[in-house]
Each structure stands twice: as structure tokens, then as C-alpha cells.
């Protein structure tokens, strides 16, 4: 019962270092665009993944931010 | 008793369930018993600290000091500041959820945008700083960090987030422009420009002076940039939006790169292409500089950003383990003479200003109000967050800097001033380096010259003499605790060049996004001229890129290759100028936080912000007013270029450390540069100041000003007011969750 609690409590936490990084690093905006898409705009078409951040690079050229020292 | 926690939600919309849960009662006297517990530890760690003398204490305690009372300030003096002055409220709309674009806008999980703000905040300057500091012994720097960070840069990244939420979040200077009017303002976006060089400048002089003769450190930093191209042209056009795929094969292309760095040294082509000249590297990076400002985001900027974040928190958590694991012993002294004298070699003044100079970011950094300022406040999702996010990432930025003190307070201290002396100091090699060090009258038996060869060793250098800058002083105690930890001496040549990779890597962000940065602002600010300079307004003219990359580049690049040919020392002239430089820029933003709150009519808590305001101005100034005026010609630039003008006159060849006519013009112009640096630095921030003080007095006698505050807009989305949900806020989420799933079932859209 304790290993499996254990193991439970590991695998939870493995999920959540994994949901973190991944969130950390953009990987869910695109999946949020579409949302975002579907409730503001319904019907249009939201484009591609690969579409999608070559806009946000795009936005990125134009607009850059700092980076701290 | 029982304690009565009082629960309100909050609707903004009756169809809606509530957006906010306001919560109010007294804390549990669990709670209570906790935090007098983490007080108390606190205390006795800061006693330990403060109080030993004579021995040698354990790293330990300052750790401790450190976090129990982030933990308190953050409980008790940052809810003060959110109570009094910031006043959040969670049924308002903040600009992500007003202006939700789901690109530069979108509400991002708290936990996240934490991730994100630490990332932009913290570089290199809080490793570098406190390392360089470090020459007054670990008290006054330990000190300075915490109460610094706590009373000052947590405030200021707290209250700019906070104003700038509460305008569409809008950046620093447009702020400025808006609270203290067109002339204050011009003069603020000025400061804000030539600051921003500087900085870019100094960094990447510390980054030269980590990888100069280092035929290892070169290949590894290299490497990065095909490792960072390989990754754009993965996620362009093989994989998009795969991050974290492609960030764990950079990783490990990262490490392969340190790995291999250690065998290319080893060979003679190895050694014959990437062993360059402090001279030549400042070359390199410049030319980097420029490319990485013109070339597109998505190939070298975006991917190197993936890497260094994973780094940067991969590596402080080894750091922190390393630490608490190994315990090392602290070697310096709690203060030491240089603090009183002022004639350290490291950087000379004495403890006050310069101290507060030298530790800039991890204490009170006001480049971080550009981050808080601007990009941050776009993606905050409820108005309460930002204390977490402000103070809270401000605070872990502190802890690194901790931890950059304790790694250069815990190697020999001899090695210390061996390795951060000036070359015109130590002569260059182990045998005049032992005996510069050995002169200056340290504590603990005297160094040798085979051991200070034996140390270079160790860790894969040809020589540790004179590696000023920091970086190298970091990397060689980081190394000497994570390999007491893991992996022995046989991995310490690891640990080192890990060590510099991931500084260097930092640094290079910043100077590839502060160079755009900066071209952005040049370019804005030409095209607001008007007339035919118009056309520089237009992001995709290319050739006004090219322009102003140049101009930015031919700016910090010079500054660059006079402190690589300092006959003083780069870092030794330099360093002052950007601490000083970082932190009128705190003064500045926290000009424009004091002149809100006095607009707003909190004359009661203005000493929030107006006391690290005042203090700042204090040091910079006061700093400031030494490097001009000083007649001591080791502080004052001035007084140096004179005595070497004189010298010249007389007919001398050489003169002090300069050993050539050559070396004795280079410091004549040099003086001459940093001189002029600082007066305009001084001058632009008074004006600042001044125009603050004005607005202040005006709106007084008002009876307070309208701020450029935007209008209330009602929330319609709901996120938990602090890091952790509170029950009230579970249940509250659960209602949205269902919310959510029944939209689902009964078809989106509708």
C-alpha cells in the first residue's frame, strides 16, 4: 500500500515537473491560440501550428524584449 | 479560538461564477507558531553571521540567514506593500485578459509567468557582482543582498509591475513620459539608452575575461551557436512548437559541447584555433553582437533563450544543493581591511558607496523595471499575482546572489586576490602572483606558486592569474563545491567550464537582446525626429536595422575594446560604472513609483518607495560624485587622467602600472571616456529626479493628480490570488472547471 502510494506520489510529481517545463518553455500556446480562436472568433480558421509561431516569431522581431543582466 | 476566516466571493457578472474570493480573518495559530519558528532561526542564523570573529563559520548560516527572512518579508512586509500602496483587485481586468491576443497578451498560469519574469530578470549580474564584492569580506555583502533586496529591488519590481499592470503595461519609459511629463520623460528614455550600453559593454567583458587563453571555454561557447541554429531550423521546419523535445537534445548537445571542450584543448589544432587574445574575442563578440540583432528570432535568439532558461534553473538548484550538502567553510573574513581603507584591488573605494555599487542585481537592480515594465504585466492574470511574481522572483534573484557570495568566500583566500587582482597586480604569473598576495597581508599561511599553478590545473586552465570579472572567481568555487559533492576531483575541470559556460551563456543573452533592445529604442527615437528620418520607424526597413544595429554595436563594442586594453583593468575601471549605471536606473523607476503614490495621496506610506529612492540616490550619487571629483587617483577617473597627463607632460614613459607611452595615452583617453560616462549618467538622473520632486510638489499642492491610470474594466475570468489556492479559491475553481465542461458537452462556440 505504501510503495504503491509511493509510486503514486512519484508519478504525480513526474507529471507535474513535465506539465511545468512544457508550459515554461511555450509548448501550450499554440493548443490556447486555438481556444482562443474558437471563443473570439468562431469559425475562422486558426492556421497551422508551424504558422502559428512563425507569427509569434514574427511579433518577436518586431517587438523585442530585455533580458536582465 | 477558533479562527474566523471571513469568505466573499466576488461576481463580476451574474451568469458568471465569482472571479475573486476575498478572504480576510486573522492567521491560524498554527501559522502563527510557523512563521515565530522560521523567525527565531532566522535571528540565531543572523547571529551566527554577524557575531562570529576570529573563526571560521559555516557557509550554512548565511543560507539560512538568507531564506528565513525572505520568508518573513515576504509574509509580513510585501502584504504590508500590497495593503497599503498596490491595492489589487481581482474583479478588474488586467491588459492579458483585456487585450488577450494569446501572443504578447494571454493570461499565463502564475506558476509559469514566475518561471518566465525569473528567467528575464536574472542573468549574470548576480553571479558576477557579489563574487567581486566578496574582496570586503562576506558580511557587508550578505547583508547588503538581503536587506537590499527586501527594503529596495523587491519593492521596485513589485510597484513598477504594479503600475504598469494598471497601464496596459506599458514599458518604463513611456511611463515616465506620461507621469513626469515630456521633458522628464525624454530624459529618462536617454538614461535608459546609455545605461543599457554599458551594461551590454561590461558584460561582455566579463565574458571575454572568463574565455580569454581558454582554448576550452572558447570551444564550449562556440559551440552554442550551431547547437542554437540547429534547434531554430528544428522547430521551424521539422517539429514546430516541439520545445521541450528539442530543448532536452540541445541540453545534451550543451553538455557535449563542455565534454568535448576538455579534449579539443588538449590537441594542437585545438589549442591553435581557440586559444584567442582578449583582443580578438572582443572582435568576435562584437561581430556577434551585431549578427544576432539583424539575423531573425526564431534562428539564434528564440532557442539559446530555451537553453538558457533550462540552464539557469538547472543550475541554480544544483548550486543550492551543492551547498546545503557540502557545507563548506566560509575563508574570509567578515569584513575585511579593504572595506575600511578602500584600496582593495578588486575595485578600489570604500565600503560605502562602492560596496552598493559593486552588488547591483541581486540587491537592487533597476534594469529589472524594464522586465516588470512591459512584458511581464501583459501576461499577469490577476492583479494580485504580482506580488508573488514581483517580490517573489526578486527575492529568489537575491538567493542567487547569495550563493554567488558564498562560492567566492569559500575558496583561499589568497587564490582569491590571485585570481582577481589586476594583471598590472600580480605581475601576470603564479610566482609574482604569490608574492603580490602574500604582501597584502591576509589571513590564514601564505600561498605558493605551485599552488596557485596546481589550482589552474585542476580545474583544465593554463592559469588562474589575474581572471578578473567574476565569472572565473564563480566558477572555480562552484566547482570546488559541486565536485566535493558529486564526482570528486576528477570532475572539477567539468564543473568549471559548466560553470562558465552557463555565465557566459547568460551574458550572451543579454547582450544579443539588449543590442536589439537598444536598436529598437534607436531607432524609434530617430524616427520621432521626424522628417526624413521618418522611414526609421518602419521595423522592416532592413537597411535602418543594419544602421542602428551598427551604431549600437560601434557603441558597447568600444567601450568593449577599451576595457580589454585597460592598462588599469578592464573590470577594476569599469565595473563601478555599470553598478552605478544599474542603479540610477532603479532611481529612475523609482522616481516614477514615489511620484504615483504622491499622486494617488498615500502620503502615508511614500516612504515605501521613497527610502530605497533616497538610499539609491545616496550611493549612486555619492559614488558618483567620487569618481568624478576624487583627487585620489585610484577612485576619481579624473584625478587619474590628470596625474597621467602630468606624467606625460614631464616628458615620462611610463608611468604607474602603464608600462609604455602607448599604455599611457590608452589610460589618458580612457579616464577621459569613463569621466565623461559618469557625469552625463549623474546629470540625466538628477534631471530625472528634479522633474519628480516637481511633480511631487505640484501635485501636493493640488491635493493630489490624476495618474495615467486606465479605467476599470470587470474581470470575467477567475485564477487563485497568490501562489498556492486557498480552499475558498478550490472550490471556487471547481465551479469554473465545471463551468468549462458542461461549454464543452453542449458544443464550444455558443
Redesign the interface.
Known sequence: MNARRALHALTRTGRAVRWYTAALLGEHDYARYVAHVARVHPGTDPGSEAAYWRARHADQDAHPGARCC | MVARTQTEPIRTDPDLPPVAVLEQGPMPASRRVLFTVIALIGAVAWSVVALARGEQINAVWIVFAAVCTYVIAYRFYSRLVEAKIVRPRNDRATPAELH?????F?PT?R??LF??HF???????PLVGPVLAAQMGYLPGTIWIVVGCVLGGAVQDYLVLSISVRRRGRSLGQMARDELGRFGGVAALVAVFVIMII?IAV?ALVVVNALAESPWGVFSIAMTIPIALFMGVY??FLR?????EV?VIGVALLLLAIVSGGWVAETAWGQDWFTLSPVALAWWLAAYGFAASVL???LL??PR??LS??MKVGVIILLAVGIVVARPEVQAPAVSSFALRGDGPVFAGTLFPFLFITIA?GAL?G??S??AS??TPKLLEKESQARPIGYGAMLTESFVAVMALITAVIIDQHLYFAMNAPAGATGGTPETAAEYVNGLGLSGPPITAGEIERAAEVVGEESVVSRTGGAPTLAFGMSQVLSSVFGGTGLAAFWYHFAIMFEALFIL??VD??T??A??MLSDSLGNIGGPLRRFRD?SWRVGAWICSIVVVVLWGAILLMGVTDPLGGINTLFPLFGIA?QLLAAVALTVVTVVVVKKKLYRWVWIPAVPLVWDLAVTMTASFQKIFSSEPRIGYWAQHRAFQDAKAAGEETFGVATSPEAMDAVIRNTAIQGTLSIIFAVLVLIVAAVGVVVMVRSVRAGGLPTSEEPDEPSRIFAPRGMIPTAAEREVQALWDARERERTVTG??T
Do not use: E, Q
Open positions: 488577450d491576443n494569446a501572443k504578447d494571454m498560469d506558476r509559469v518561471g518566465h528567467a528575464a530578470i536574472a542573468g549574470a549580474g551594461i558584460l522547430l521551424r514546430p512548437g516541439r520545445v521541450s530543448t531573425p528570432v526564431w535568439l528564440a533563450d530555451y532558461t533550462f542585481c537592480s534594469f529589472h524594464l522586465i512591459g512584458t543573452t543579454t537582446a539588449g536589439r533592445v536598436r529598437f521595423p544599474n464550444a462556440g
